[in-house]
C-alpha cells in the first residue's frame, strides 16, 4: 500500500499519520511533550523536537512505500539561527506576548496589521531591545521550517506559514515588496545593513517542489525515512487545518480548537480596514484570510478534567482518556443554557483579541449561581470559545459572508458537543467531518498528496473533486436556545474580563 506521511509539531503532541490513495488515515504515531515558562519565555527544547519527530514516525508502518511527505508545524514564533544554522536564542513560541512596542510600530509603519506573535515582530522587539545575538543572525524561521530545512536543506516554507512570517502580497505569492522596502529602512536606521529577504525562508505554494530527504536528513531520524523520499513545502497549523477541513475557497472558513483556537475565512481580498484582533493570512495556495487567533482554548478545561479525574481516583475510579472527556463534554448538555451564572476565564497565557499579556485562569460566580457539574463544565467549554466570538463579531461588521464552516481539532472529538456551541457561538451551521479529529498532521499529509499528485488542478478542486467528494460529515445549526444562552454568558464573560485585568495587576 503506498502513502503520504504528514507530521505535525503540534503544541501538545507531535504527530505522524499516514494515508493511504483515498486519503484515509491507516497508520498512526506521537509523542506527547509541552512547552515551559522560561526567564518569562514560553518555549519548547528543539532536542526534544527531534526526538518526538523519531518517536512518532517511528510507529508508522510500512515507511518505505510513503510516495510524499510533509512537515507542519505551530506557526509564529522567533527561530533565530547563525550561519551554520546553530541556535542563537530559545524557540520563542506564539504563546508569547512580549513584543507589544514592535507589533504597535510595525503595524502603523505597514498599514497592515503585525500580531505579536508573528516572527517579525519578535525580530524587531530584538532589535529594539539590543539584544547581543544579532550581530550573528543569519537566519529567522519557524518549526516546520527549520525541521524541513534540516531533513531537506531547502530553506523554505509554504505560502500561509510564510504569512505568519511578514505579509504576503496574495497577488504576487511572495513576501509584501513594499513593506519588505519599508523594513529595509528600518533596519538601516538602527545601523543593520542586512536585507530581510536574505533572513527569511523563501516561499512556495502547495503543490510546488520543496526537495527530497537528504542522506544528512535521513540519519538525524535515524534513516526512518529512505533518502530521496520528497518533501510538500511545510506548512503551519493554519494552512493544515484549512486544508484538512476543505476550507480554502472564498467564502469558507474553519475553527480549529485545540491548545489554541482560531477561525480562518477566506477573502476575496484583504479587509480594507486594520484591526488588531485580526490577522490577515492566506491559504496555502495564497488567497487572502481573515483569521481570529487565540491563544488559550482547551488547556484549562483539560486541568479541570484531570482534577476530577484525581477525585475519582480516591473512589477506584479509573476512566481512560477518552471516556473521562466523553462522559464530563456529555454532562454539559444537562446545564442551564446560561450555565447558571458560572463565569470562567481560561487565559493561562496573555491574549491579544482582548489585549492582556498575560493569564490568571479563574472561576468566578455569585452566591446565587447554580454551582453543578454540569454548569461548571459548560461554562469551562464556552471559555474556549469566548474570546474567538468576540474576534468573530468584527468579521460580522465587515459583512464577511461565511458559506460554511468546519470544525477540527480536540475540542471536536467528543462527536455534536463542541460542535453544537460552537455553533451557537458563531451563529452559523458547523460540520464537522470524520476526519475531523486528527488536526494539522492529517492537513499536511494531504498536502503531500497534492505535491506528489495534484498538478493539473488547484488545491481547491483537488480537495473537493478527489479528498472530500465522499466524506462522511455531519452538519449541526444553532439552536435558538443555545444561542441565547451562549449570549447571556458572554455579557457576564465581557464584564469577567475586567475582573481578569484586575488579577493580572495584583495577582
Not at 46 to 58: D, H, T, Y
Not at 185 to 205: H, T
Not at 416 to 434: F, K, L, W
Request: with cysteine.
Amino acid at each position: 500500500m503506498k502513502t503520504y506521511l504528514g507530521v505535525e509539531l503540534g503544541s501538545t503532541r507531535i504527530k505522524a499519520i499516514a494515508i493511504d490513495q483515498k486519503y484515509n488515515p491507516v497508520s498512526q504515531g506521537d509523542y506527547t511533550w509541552a512547552s515551559s515558562y522560561e526567564n518569562g519565555i514560553w518555549t519548547y527544547d528543539l532536542c526534544e523536537a527531534w526526538s518526538g519527530l523519531k518517536k512518532a514516525i517511528g510507529q508508522i508502518e510500512n515507511r518505505e512505500d510513503i510516495l510524499c511527505a510533509g512537515i507542519s508545524g505551530m506557526m509564529h514564533g522567533y527561530l533565530a539561527f547563525d550561519n551554520d544554522w546553530n541556535l542563537l536564542t530559545p524557540f520563542r513560541t506564539w504563546q508569547n506576548t512580549i513584543t507589544a512596542q514592535a507589533a504597535a510600530e510595525l503595524t502603523e509603519l505597514f498599514g497592515f496589521n503585525i500580531p505579536q506573535r508573528w516572527s517579525i515582530a519578535h525580530l524587531w522587539q530584538a532589535i529594539l531591545n539590543g539584544e547581543e545575538h544579532l550581530p550573528r543572525l543569519a537566519h529567522i524561521t519557524t518549526l516546520s521550517g527549520y525541521i524541513h530545512y534540516m531533513l531537506t536543506g531547502v530553506n523554505a516554507v509554504g505560502i500561509c506559514e510564510a504569512s505568519g512570517i511578514f505579509p504576503i502580497d496574495s497577488d504576487k505569492l511572495c513576501y509584501n515588496e513594499e513593506m519588505v522596502a519599508k523594513f529595509n529602512e528600518l533596519l538601516k536606521s538602527k545601523g543593520i545593513y542586512k536585507d530581510i529577504l536574505e533572513l527569511m525562508p523563501s516561499v512556495l505554494c502547495a503543490g510546488e517542489d520543496a526537495g527530497s530527504l537528504t542522506k544528512e536528513g535521513a540519519a538525524l531520524i535515524d534513516d526512518l525515512l529512505p533518502v530521496g523520499t520528497p518533501f510538500a513545502p511545510p506548512e503551519g497549523d493554519g494552512g493544515t487545518g484549512m486544508t484538512a477541513t476543505n476550507s480554502v475557497a472564498v467564502g469558507t472558513g474553519n475553527v480549529s480548537a485545540g491548545t489554541s483556537i482560531f477561525s480562518m475565512v477566506v477573502l476575496d481580498k484583504y479587509l480594507e480596514n486594520v484591526y488588531e484582533e485580526i490577522d490577515l493570512i492566506t491559504t496555502p495556495a495564497g488567497k487572502p484570510v481573515a483569521m481570529v487567533h487565540c491563544n488559550n482554548c482547551t488547556t484549562d478545561t483539560n486541568h479541570w478534567a484531570f482534577l476530577l479525574e484525581e477525585a475519582a481516583a480516591l473512589f477506584g475510579a479509573t476512566p481512560s482518556k477518552g471516556e473521562l472527556f466523553t462522559k464530563l463534554y456529555e454532562k454539559s448538555f444537562e446545564a442551564d443554557a446560561d450555565c447558571g451564572g458560572i463565569m470562567v476565564c481560561n487565559y493561562l497565557a496573555g491574549e491579544g483579541v482582548t489585549h492582556m499579556d498575560k493569564g490568571r485562569p479563574m472561576v468566578l460566580r455569585t452566591p446565587e449561581a447554580k454551582f453543578t457539574l454540569a454548569n461548571f463544565f459548560r461554562a469551562s467549554l464556552y471559555s474556549t470559545m469566548a474570546t474567538l466570538k468576540l474576534g468573530m463579531e468584527i468579521l460580522e461588521k465587515e459583512n464577511v459572508e461565511i458559506k460554511s464552516m468546519t470544525g477540527h481539532g480536540g475540542l471536536f472529538k467528543t462527536p455534536v458537543v463542541g460542535q453544537r456551541y460552537m455553533a451557537a457561538a458563531i451563529g452559523a451551521p458547523v460540520t464537522c467531518t470524520e476526519t475531523s479529529g486528527e488536526g494539522g498532521a492529517y492537513g499536511i499529509a494531504l498536502l503531500a498528496a497534492y505535491r506528489y499528485e495534484g498538478k493539473d488542478m488547484s488545491l481547491g478542486d483537488y480537495l473537493t473533486n478527489k479528498v472530500f467528494a465522499d466524506a462522511k460529515s455531519s452538519t449541526l445549526a444553532p439552536d435558538e436556545t443555545d444561542i441565547k444562552g451562549f449570549n447571556s454568558y458572554m455579557d457576564n464573560y465581557k464584564r469577567l474580563l475586567r475582573v481578569e485585568e484586575k488579577a493580572i495587576e495584583v495577582i
